[in-house]
């Protein structure tokens, strides 16, 4: 054994910054899971022998009649220029100056094997994925670590693990991450819709599902969203458009093959892209068409959204839209909107947008982000999806089928997903959508790799903020791989294993009641738990599952 090598099992809910104290990391020794769960923990390791020049290169295996199930990958620490807007926030953050934050996972390199660099703290992310192919029991697991050619054991760590003979029950959450087809073929260069973009989509479609997104952003125009006044995001059209002699008609086959890629894996809501600008609803989307043979822009920002064209074209359009998708039978899975954030001053605007389509969409599903209760109250939105730091009005309004949403300007009290923040307070929000009956969640940022409204692409390996437009964490959740396909992020996994809290919680409720699950979250927690009030310590959530799937075990 190589004495100055420390490796040690942690909850996934740590961050390890490369400067911090190994002995400081609170050891994870034992832990269960439901049989169909994605668990994720971390191995932390640090060198001490300052004969290690530069680092170490370790073989890595895992030991456990469960290995098969078992992905280890890097965590990585990337660059944050804007941990969070300057004068913003509150003192639940791990730090709030730019730095090296560890958030991305990235595979082993050097042949399955570990690096560990002199005097720095490493982590490797273990996901533990069953999927319902293992017994219940206990089922040890012992990662150890050889020299580089496998030779020589240096060190080793066990945890104890057990999967409780219950399966989570599906996810009844509706969850969307707005997807951005337009960033993908700006980020790889490559034409839109060719065949290299479809690989490409697909393979994000699998990363968000695989993430517990259940809705994908549908792009039938351009989205009319963060994007400069008077300016143009990429032409990103599902539909194609032809005006000859004055009257226009549609084709879909895009959107076709678009819906069925979402059904192939099994996505549940086909989000139907915003019919008016963001932040008032005052022009049209982008919208290209062929007119008398000539391709070209014939609405955007100098459309009057109010305007009679605008108005017959849409009649038009979504008449044909839900033709095409009745006859495909998913009608019923479209939700549509009208425009993103809308305030109480432009509910004139909005009002005027949706008499231009509530006639056609009577019966479907229309909902928006919007956080002003009075403007909610007017009968204006359907279906009004509140951020978390507004949502108490909403929910004292016992507002049925409520939504909520979190993006930058939730830097304060709330939940949300920074990666500044500590781990605990992105996977809380499970446990209080649970409580409070929350129906679905939005939040903007899948793979926005573009700028602050759209201007430029960016880079996002270089810095996390998005060209200081939002706090990191905010903009995207997985990082685009050389080959098309996703890396993750640990603040992408946290919030998914929030999500299958919130499934738990629902087994359980199942078994006892909502009473007893309800009394188990807030007497844990020794308070009331609301968006805004809730355990700060990672140990409360890591305690919380304990109970609940002890719970669960002694029904079944």
């Known amino acids: 054994m190589r004495d100055t090598l420390k490796c040690k099992f942690i909850s996934s809910l740590e961050k390890c910054f490369s400067d911090e104290r190994y ?7 034992k832990i269960s899971m439901l049989k169909n769960e994605h668990l994720s923990v971390q191995l932390l390791m640090k060198e001490t022998d300052p004969a290690v020049y530069t680092k170490l290169i370790s073989k890595v295996k895992v030991v456990s009649d469960i290995a098969d199930c078992i992905t280890l990958r890097n965590v990585e620490q990337v660059n944050v220029s804007m941990p969070v807007a300057k004068g913003c926030g509150d003192d639940n953050y791990l730090k709030k100056t730019p730095g090296l934050y560890p958030d991305l996972l990235t595979p082993l390199r050097y042949e399955n094997s ?22 219940a029991g206990k089922h040890p697991i012992t990662i150890e670590l050889y020299n580089e050619t496998g030779t020589e054991l240096f060190a080793s760590a066990t945890l104890e693990l057990e999967i409780i003979d219950a399966s989570l029950p599906e996810q009844e959450l509706y969850y969307t991450q707005w997807f951005y087809a337009d960033c993908l ?4 260069n490559v034409e839109m819709f060719s065949e290299r973009h479809w690989e490409i989509i697909e393979n994000y479609i699998k990363a968000a599902v695989d993430g517990g997104i259940n809705m994908i952003l549908t792009p039938v125009f351009t989205v009319p969203l963060d994007t400069k006044v008077g300016g143009e995001r990429p032409t990103c059209q599902l539909t194609d458009v032809t005006v000859t002699n004055g009257k226009y008609s549609f084709g879909f086959s895009r959107l076709d093959r678009w819906i069925d890629l979402l059904l192939k894996y099994n996505v549940k809501i086909i989000e139907i892209s915003h019919l008016f600008t963001q932040w008032g609803a005052g022009h049209a989307p982008k919208i290209m068409a062929t007119v008398d043979g000539e391709y070209k822009r014939i609405f955007g920002w100098d459309t009057d959204a109010r305007g009679e064209e605008y108005g017959k074209f849409l009649n038009e359009f979504l008449t044909a839209l839900l033709d095409f998708l009745k006859k495909k039978g998913v009608d019923k899975m479209c939700y549509y909107h009208i425009s993103d954030e809308p305030h109480i001053d432009h509910l004139d605007n909005y009002l005027s947008a949706k008499s231009k389509i ?10 928006d982000a919007l956080s002003n209760f009075e403007f909610y109250k007017t009968g204006a939105v359907m279906c009004p999806v509140p951020s978390s730091h507004a949502i108490e009005p909403f929910l004292e ?4 089928d409520l939504w909520t949403y979190y993006c930058c300007s939730e830097a304060s009290e709330v939940s949300n997903r920074f990666v500044a923040m500590p781990s605990a307070r992105n996977r809380i929000m499970g446990i209080q959508m649970y409580k409070y009956d929350i129906k679905g969640f939005l939040q903007w940022g899948f793979n926005f790799y573009y700028n602050r409204f759209s201007c430029d692409l960016i880079n996002p390996y270089q810095d996390a903020s998005g060209d200081y437009f939002v706090p990191a964490g905010d903009a995207f959740s997985v990082y685009p791989a050389a080959d098309g396909t996703t890396l993750d992020t640990i603040h992408y996994l946290v919030f998914k294993h929030g999500i299958e809290d919130m499934r738990a919680l629902k087994l359980c409720e199942s078994l006892y009641g909502r009473d007893y699950v309800v009394s188990l979250i807030d007497g844990l927690a020794g308070e009331d738990i609301t968006f805004k009030k809730y355990p700060e310590d990672a140990d409360y959530i890591l305690e919380l599952r304990e109970k609940i799937n002890t719970a669960i075990k002694a029904k079944i």
Do not use: F, M
Request: aromatic share 12%.
């Open 185 to 188: 073929a700006s980020y790889y």
């Open 397 to 400: 309004a016992k507002v049925p």
């Open 114 to 135: 570990a690096i560990i660099a002199l005097y720095e703290l490493r982590c490797l992310w273990v996901d533990i994925r069953p999927d319902g192919k293992y017994p």
């Open 358 to 367: 509530e006639n056609v969409l009577k019966g479907y599903t229309i909902l």
């Open 23 to 29: 002995q400081d990391k609170k050891e994870l020794k």
